[in-house]
Each structure stands twice: as C-alpha cells, then as structure tokens.
C-alpha cells in the first residue's frame, strides 16, 4: 500500500477526478473515497456550471463583475480573472471527457441564475452533477493509470519534517469494510473531500459531506480561511429530509416564483430583482416571512413553466414531486432554506496549493479566495475544474509559478521519503494486528449526538445570527465535545466517529470565524451589527492551529 512516487487524491467528486484525470498522463494516482465512488457532493449539483463567453451576449468580464458583486468585497479579484478567463476551456475539457451538456440545436443551452446578468448556466437539466459525475468516473474506469479504492476514509494527514519543513506525504486511512488502518503514503495528496453540510439540521448535502478535509487540514496545521461563510439555499423541498431534496434554483431563473401560502408574491418587498434576487437575499426574506408570520414553509409556484416545459427542464425535480405525492402546477411547491454551500475552507493559491507542502486541494473544501463573502450561483464547479487543472499543471511541471504569496513549494518530483511520517491530529487506536480498537459505541448514540451538533448549528449559526447565539454555539460545541471525548476516551474508532469529530473541529471553525466577524457582510448576516464594517472587516478570516480568536 506504501509507495511515496504515487499521488493519492482523496475524494471523488468533480475536483478529485479532473485532477486525477490530468496527472495520470504523467504518474500513477490512487484515489480513495470514504463511501462508493459516486457517493460525491457533486452528484448532487443541481444547477450547473456558469461559463461566461458562450452566449451572444456574454463575455467574462461580465461574469467577473458579477462575481465580485456577489462576493461583497471579499472576493480576491485575481483568483475570479483566472476563473472566468479559464473557465470556458476547462468546460470543453467536460466535454470532451463525455459530459452532455443540454444543447438547443448545435449550442448550448444556457440557464440564468440569480446574480448572473446573463444566461451562462451550462446544465444538464436539473441533473448536471450527476451527468458530470457519471462521464467522469467513465473516464476514471478507462485510465489505466488511476486506481479507485472505496469505502477508505482518510482521517488524517501523515506529516512529516524535511528539511525544517512540515510536509505532507499521504494519509492515514481507514479501510472501514476491513476495519484496519493503512498508511497511504504519496508525493503529493489531493484533498477533494467537499463541504461541510451535515453541519446543519437541514441541509441539501449528503450524508457525506462532514467537513473532513477542512478538519485533516486544520489539524495538521494548514490554515483554513472564511468559515464563517455558509450559504444557505433558499428553496429546499419542505418538509427537508437528509439530505433536504433541492429545488433548483434554475426554475427562478426559467420563471418560478416565491409566494407565501396566500398566494402573494412578497419577494419584491425586499429587492427590486424579486425571486431571482442573490441567494442571500433570498434566503434572509424566506426566513424572515417565515419568522413574522410563523409559517412553516413558502411556495415556489411554477405555473410560469407550463407542466411539459417543467418536466422536460426540470426533470429531477418533476420526478422529486411526483414521488412525494406534489403537484407542483396545482399547489406549488412547499420550500425553505438549507444550508448548501460553505465559501471557506483550507487556504489555497492560485495553483492549488496549501500552506502546508506536499498538500494540494480543489473544490468545496478549498478556499481559493472566488466567492469571497458570498457565491455566485454555479461558481463552485467551474472553480473547481479550474483549480483541479491548475495544481495538475503545477504538478506535472506543463505550467507553474514564481513562487507566489508566502507559499512553501511542494516537491515537484516524487522522492523517496526516508522519514517515519505520522499522523497529524486524532491519535488513533492501533491494535498489534493494525486493526482498529473493536469497542465503539453504539451507531445510535453517535447519530444523536450528531443530530444535537445539528440543531445547535442550525439555531444557533443559522441565516440570521446574534452575539448571544453566537455565544451559546461556542458553549454548546464545547459541551459536546467534551461529552464525545469523555466517550471515546480521545479517540474515535469508526467512520461515524471520524466524521463526528471532523463536524466538530468545523463546527468550532466556523463558530469563531463568525463571532470574530463583528458586521454583517454576504452570508454572514448578525443582527447585533447589521452593517457591514469595511474599516474593520475588509478581510478574510484565517485561522490556523495556534490561532486564538
Ligand atoms: C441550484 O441548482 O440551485 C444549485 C446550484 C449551485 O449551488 O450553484
């Protein structure tokens, strides 16, 4: 299992496998993936991926200014140049790897989105991850040169000092069907591993999205920035299951509109671009309908999209009503806001790279420095390709930089590595037989105390905070951590253990991420300081290890 000249990714969404896609024309790649292979946060992008320069009347410099719109003054304007500019050759690449994007005639078909003042969304109905995901694996199983194992969680990063430096050299990882831990070392590691969702109660992320990579990173010393960013979608499917079943935002965008149960219209009273307003906006005004008026849920009534137009635009979220018995052009569709998307995560340049060496990410779990306060709709794939191809060109020498910021440089040429490496962070319980310690507490307990962290993040650190919330959510964290150490006795010793522990770690980052942010700015909405404090709070949030805020 050991062999320091491979790359190992870890995570098999869009960003693990584009990367891995690229590097295996030069070096073996060995990916793994904590569930199945498809079990990724990208099977479940509904909308699409926005690529500017395609529409007649489109050009990236119109999506930058979009872009920096949205991101409310934290978006790094070089990171966002280098997206939209680079965007459109990486889609073809999808393409080209057998991604069918929906065409009308020889063009694409391109969708709207809120905050985008042109049509640039490429999809494939509402089931673009899902079609991405599909050819991507297809041309993963073709590519001699990448190994995919399943059911291996990573759970912490194995670093190692070479020469006065911390590096990364692979992971340790848990073959959960085995039970036995395995130190994967490599070259390079990739973290794809994705969001944080199942921070929250309600969420449209998977069961899988616990914030692992975000929590390896931290603990192995890698800064993470911008935490406190979570977005929260405006129209998931009420009543939420997990994870909450989402309505894409794409039908606002073909002409849907948010009503409350009446039959009013009420986004307009908030902003003058109504139901296509950006999705904080969206989501701050559902919320506080559904606040004031102590309702449940609003409506998204479709009646705009005649039903054969739905179902043929639509069709994933036509097949989600049917199953659960909604009429959508009958009644409308009942939704509420889920947490979706976290803008932060580990710190990253612009080729990928962590602070910590040897140690690349891309996609959700990186924070590039794109969507700044706020994420443009359908920003997050299109900057993940992007920065997949970039930390690949890096690797492989085809392209790379001067040094940039205060980066350390990862090796570029795979070495053996004489050093013992080790684990970063969780001390984990070894057995002689390098089995793992077979006294775990029951799954349903784990689920509890999961559910708890849930609710207390959803209460406390949801789309409209306060000092005093903010306050509780760092006491309640602490309480459960101590609870959970008490259990483990300082270990956990499952994937359901892991992935608690991981939710826990972010569940602190974003918590002191947001009481630091004394304003209110894109996502981070505090009611206690409303404005934004551009004196104060023009900046990102960046914590590290030793970091005490
Ligand atoms: C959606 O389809 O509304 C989600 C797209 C995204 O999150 O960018």
Redesign the pocket.
């Known amino acids: 299992m050991t062999d320091p000249s491979r790359v190992l990714v870890v995570g098999s969404g869009i960003a693990g496998l584009t990367f891995a896609l690229k590097v295996a024309r030069h070096l073996p790649v060995l990916v793994i993936t904590k569930k199945r292979r498809a079990d990724s946060n990208t099977n479940f ?4 991926i926005a690529a500017a320069g395609l529409g007649p009347d489109d050009d990236p410099e119109l999506h930058l200014r979009d872009t920096l719109d949205a991101g409310a003054g934290l978006t790094d304007q070089e990171v966002a140049e280098v997206v939209v500019r680079e965007g459109v050759e990486r889609v073809r690449e999808l393409v080209d790897w057998g991604v069918r994007f929906r065409r009308e005639g020889a063009r694409f078909s391109l969708g709207m ?1 809120g905050g985008h003042s042109r049509r640039r969304i490429l999809h494939a109905g ?1 089931r ?1 991850g899902k079609e991405i995901e599909r050819a991507l694996l297809e041309a993963v199983a073709r590519d001699e040169n990448i190994q995919v194992l399943e059911h291996f969680l990573a759970v912490d990063l194995l670093v190692t000092r070479v020469g006065g430096q911390d590096v990364c050299r692979g992971v340790l990882a848990l073959d959960h069907r085995k039970g036995e831990l395995r130190s994967l070392t490599a070259s390079t590691t990739f973290l794809a591993t994705g969001g944080s969702g199942q921070l929250f109660l309600h969420t ?1 992320n998977p069961r899988i999205a616990t914030g692992d990579g975000v929590a390896m990173a931290y603990r192995a010393g890698a800064p993470v920035a911008n935490m406190e960013f979570i ?1 929260f ?1 405006p ?1 998931a499917l009420y009543p939420t299951e997990n994870p909450a079943f ?5 039908l606002r965008g073909e002409g849907a509109v948010l009503r409350r149960r009446d039959g009013t219209p009420f986004m307009e009273e908030y902003d003058p671009r109504g139901s296509l307003a950006p999705r904080d906006v969206v989501a701050r005004a559902i919320h506080a309908e559904m606040k004031d008026r102590g309702e449940s849920h609003v409506v998204l009534d479709v009646s705009a999209l005649p039903p054969e137009d739905f179902e043929a635009r639509f069709p994933g979220a036509a097949e989600g009503c049917r199953s659960r018995d909604i009429d959508p052009h009958a009644d409308g569709i009942p939704v509420v806001p889920a947490a ?2 976290i803008c932060g995560g580990v710190r990253t340049d612009l080729w990928g790279r962590t602070e910590l060496a040897g140690l690349f990410a891309a996609g959700e779990v990186a924070h590039t420095g794109i969507h700044g306060a706020n ?1 443009l ?5 299109l900057e993940a390709v992007v920065f997949s191809h970039r930390a690949a060109e890096f690797l492989t020498g085809a392209s790379g930089p001067e040094p940039i910021h205060t980066h350390t440089e990862a090796p570029r040429n795979p070495e053996r590595d004489p050093e013992a490496t080790g684990p970063a962070g969780i001390s984990w319980p070894e057995e002689p037989n390098g089995g793992v310690a077979a006294d775990e507490p029951p799954l349903e307990h784990l689920e509890a105390l999961r559910i708890r962290l849930q609710r207390l993040m959803w209460e406390k650190v949801g789309i409209v905070r306060s000092d005093r919330e903010l306050k509780e959510a760092t006491e309640g964290v602490a309480a459960l951590r101590q609870e959970v150490e008490e259990l483990w006795k300082g270990s956990p010793r499952s994937v359901e253990g892991v992935e608690l522990e991981n939710l826990l770690t972010t569940a602190e980052l974003v918590v002191r991420s947001a009481r630091s942010r004394k304003e209110s700015r894109g996502l981070h909405y505090n009611r206690d300081h409303p404005q934004a404090d551009d004196h104060r709070f023009s900046r990102d949030t960046v914590l590290r290890r030793s970091t005490t805020i």
């Open positions: 992008a509904r909308g699409g989105e509402d673009t449209t977005q979608h129209t989402l309505l894409s935002e794409a979706h998307y994420r709709a359908s920003n997050s794939l």
